[in-house]
């Protein structure tokens, strides 16, 4: 049994906090938030205990792991200090959103036995990973070409905008993991992007849409399209084309149900709406992994390094945008 | 080389033409309809001749072969005239609508070398076809179930439905030789009925949709469910459910276009409108595999029995609504 | 809150009882089983109490509810004992398999004041659900046909078949309650039946796979096959066809994976294998509906009178069969 | 009714012929090729003249039209000699390797009146026209992102890729110019090349998978993902994505059968093998296309100026394969 508290409790922690109380091998401790008003609702709903700071969750030794589900710019000095009480680490991504302060913080714990895992959670849907242990098995023979499609919904409001790091650190940096997860190590990085859906987001210096491709150290070559909108709902899907064949993951909707009328055929219902509902599922394979990572002492399949290499990808292509030359990326 | 004259330019004439003059092994010589206009018409559009009367065509050696494509009334004294003429005969199906007529036409064209074939286009549409070969090679084991779905887009005129023998001889009359081709020897016919469509319909004394079902000699069991009308296009569909798996053949449409929206995902086209559009392959294909029967002289996949069998089971489907009770077949 | 005793820890009470310990407004007091292996496993599963006796449960003033997943002969009984307890009662179909039974059953409770519901899971599918509420809502116009495809992934063992009451009580039960909750009343059953899967079932006196339909007092026809065998899982679909279209529900997989090799195209998932995996989200919705029938103090969607409905048609069915005539349903 | 003149009776030669030959406007009067055993079966089989030189078919004065399907080298001679005998002209893409000798060309010929149209076949497809009418109508808004997949069966003989031009000039090129119909100016181009297939295709200088990003002076962006093989057939599809929606067009296989078995569901054929088959439809339109366009002395849909530009993007391309840069285009 791997004893958690959850540190914030928004959207997002408070999803962990739901699949960890279900999970029969983890326990919810205790949550936390800044806001406490929030952490006291998660800790009334799901019967634990509202600790009053970081401090005492890192002192409890009723904790053997944090979650870590606060705003991207903490990340860093909780991972430290959890690392350093001996708390195994679940991490949202990004790590940071500067790599000098990711690697300095590898520097600071890299010599302690932490488990640490960072949050990419599409490596443990059901579908992605289908199409991973069929690649890895050999069923269409050797990877050529992979396309990730990747669009959100709706734009996030711009005060999150502001604090996100741009598109390709707070958005495409799931994709470029996904991309390592099939392709392996990348070694140059071209992106375009454009501003297309918000001219708030262009004001506030980011993009709003991207068109990235990469090669792979085997020579693969991967492409990634990104929107911050889409009308049919949260698209994410996976091409993996092989010498010997494809393998293709699609959308997930509500029902299965498909109408035909004078309008059309086989319409089906829009796709679902956002990560939450989208990768129910993998968040609580994550949580399982996690758990079955700390109780085994064994590295998380999305590690730390995984976290920093997603970002280095993200900075590549960011200067890729910048520079209109394709970027080597160098280890 | 087999050289054709078409009985009967309207709708389904003119196509069969059309067909034969694109056929590399056939040759349109001539043309026969009531209406001179419209078999000046063809004449013309074909650069062939327009004869002044069957007496004319049957009399032609010029002519190897007829294609009947007349109204049903006429269909047994035509085929009869030809058989004794010598020709080669494609006859759109029914034979007729008495089963006595048939059998009487029969009785006099049997004893002669007359190649026969009755216009069942369904066995010709590639996919059924497909689905035929690959049931019959071994794919899904031995049949259990059939499930048949044909709905016109839309009723004909009450003129058309006084003579045309109500709906189990006129549309379904195609289901029961599918189911045939795939199930070979019916034995019992049960059928329902119901008037969902168009009153005037009901009033003719006739049904408007149906669902019948059938047993097979091997033990299979068919499902068969017609409507006269249908808001998405012409609905042509077969699923074949076997021991080892299962094959379906579904609806054409006009283009792969899929539509997705904040409406709905994967949307396609309405399927393709009536049996022009729908079985244009099929009939292309019923024409060479007749030019074919008659070159080798061999007896056509759709032969005059056939027409006869199907007949019979849109009679036992009639008897069954009339009585509520299943319908043995006898031969 | 409503506190419950499950009866019976088979697979479909252990479901239950997981179901129930994870909704919020339920509560499981306590688990019962005459194979006090199964119900001790379960209560040490859930933390709860393994009565010794039924009677235990009915006289436990902490149980508001009861779940009968015994076998099928014990729940007449466990009906009427509840009901007089002042139990609410969700019960497995069916009721029993002789519609005497059910009918004494009735005249014995109808005048307490319990709330009863039958499970048939299927009408809490969402997408069957979303199916019917689409068609309610009018967006396909008047019902006209409708096509239930119900195949089980294999047979069930012999022991199982005997006590079954046959296929129609058995397995095509849930068909004519989806038949009714669509159509609404039906006046008309036919049936054919087949062995086609396992010889073993014909010795015992039952047949393994049956096309039956149905005439609605709509004039709606109704057509539902059934085969004990189905090779590509647990098939479970349903067409709804009206005079502005067509509402179809599909079968579930466990991945949105499609392969494309040199073998075919968009190759899915087998379907997932039985009714634990296809309805979890139904049977999920089922509890949720019980919980709130009983806080409202209305009647269930699944009423006895459904439980009672649908067995009457499979008994309707079974004459039809007998006798090869359509069988005419009387109130 | 147009005469015309095929040159050049290889396959695509061939095709184009029969199809002339079915084309109600029109006519086809001779072909040619350097081969004369080809052109002579060719005559022989449309029973046309077998030309015994170029001069011969220019000069013949019931030649309105050529159609140049002769090697890639020969093109911009005949256009030239062919437009100066004021001929209108259907000439197979590319007009030329080398951009200096297009524009050398369209220096000789502009000031001719001759009707000049680019083979651009994917142009006429009917699902990718429908969905570009579809764009054009409104239906998903404003464009901001395509996806072209462009994955031919199989790598062509090395003695034709050593005079192909490259991959981005015999290949891509179609995509190029479906960026341009789609999206319209292209502004910028980025490649990335492998060699994935075939090492004697990197022996011959060559690529033989590719992944172009383009962005458009619209600001929209487009993918497009190349291979010289692909295991399940000629994979040609279309994503459009706007504002308002996406509209997708897919492969096209030659029967809608979909087979399910315990190894999966669904599982249609392989779709068609190549451009012959895939762009049957499409091939005609153009040639209809063509012939409205001399009829009417309007500037054909695919003009010598589009030839032009979809290789200008080709060279692009090379140049950022060649310099790691993003290539602006200029006018």
Redesign the interface.
């Known amino acids: 049994m791997i004893r958690f508290s959850v540190l914030g409790c928004g959207r997002i922690g408070t999803m962990h906090a739901r699949n960890l109380a279900?999970h029969p091998q983890a326990r919810l401790t205790s949550v936390f938030d800044v806001f406490t008003r929030a952490s006291d609702a998660m800790a009334a709903e799901l019967g634990v205990k509202a600790a009053a700071s970081v401090d005492e969750v890192l002192a409890d030794p009723e904790v053997d792991a944090v979650l870590i589900a606060t705003s991207t710019d903490t990340h860093v000095e909780l991972i430290t200090a959890a690392a350093k009480a001996g708390k195994a680490i679940l991490c949202e991504k990004p790590i940071a959103l500067d790599i000098a302060k990711v690697e300095q913080c590898w520097s600071e714990i890299s010599g302690l036995s932490a488990t640490v895992m960072i949050g990419f959670n599409r490596r443990f849907d059901?579908?992605f990973r289908?199409?991973h242990d069929?690649l890895t098995a050999g069923?269409?023979g050797?990877l050529?070409?992979i396309?990730i499609?990747s669009?959100d919904p709706a734009p996030p409001p711009i005060s999150y905008i502001n604090v996100s790091g741009g598109l390709f650190r707070d958005m495409t940096i799931h994709d470029f993991d996904l991309a390592r997860y099939f392709a392996g190590e990348i070694v140059?990085v071209?992106a375009?992007g454009?501003?297309?859906?918000d001219p708030a987001i262009a004001a506030a210096g980011d993009i709003d849409?991207?068109?990235v491709?990469l090669?792979a150290a085997s020579?693969?070559?991967?492409?990634i399209?990104n929107?911050r909108?889409?009308?049919?709902?949260y698209?994410q899907r996976l091409e993996v084309?092989g010498?010997?064949?494809?393998?293709?993951?699609?959308?997930?909707?509500?029902?299965?149900?498909?109408?035909?009328?004078?309008?059309?055929?086989?319409?089906?219902?829009?796709?679902l709406p956002f990560f939450i509902e989208r990768y129910a599922d993998a968040y609580a394979n994550e949580i399982a992994h996690f758990v079955e990572s700390v109780a085994a002492g064994t590295t998380p399949l999305t590690s730390f390094k995984d976290g920093a290499e997603a970002l280095r990808l993200a900075d590549a292509a960011l200067e890729s945008l910048k520079t209109?030359?394709?970027v080597t990326v160098t280890k």
């Open positions: 279900r059901p579908s289908a199409v069929r069923e269409i050797k050529e070409q396309v499609t669009r140059s071209h375009f454009a501003n297309l859906v849409a991207a068109m491709t090669t020579g693969a070559l991967i492409h399209n929107s909108r889409c009308s049919y709902g698209d084309f010498e010997k064949g494809m393998l293709v993951a699609g959308n997930k909707t509500a029902t299965t149900v498909q109408a035909f009328s004078g309008a059309g055929t086989a319409q089906g219902d829009v796709v209109g030359r394709a």
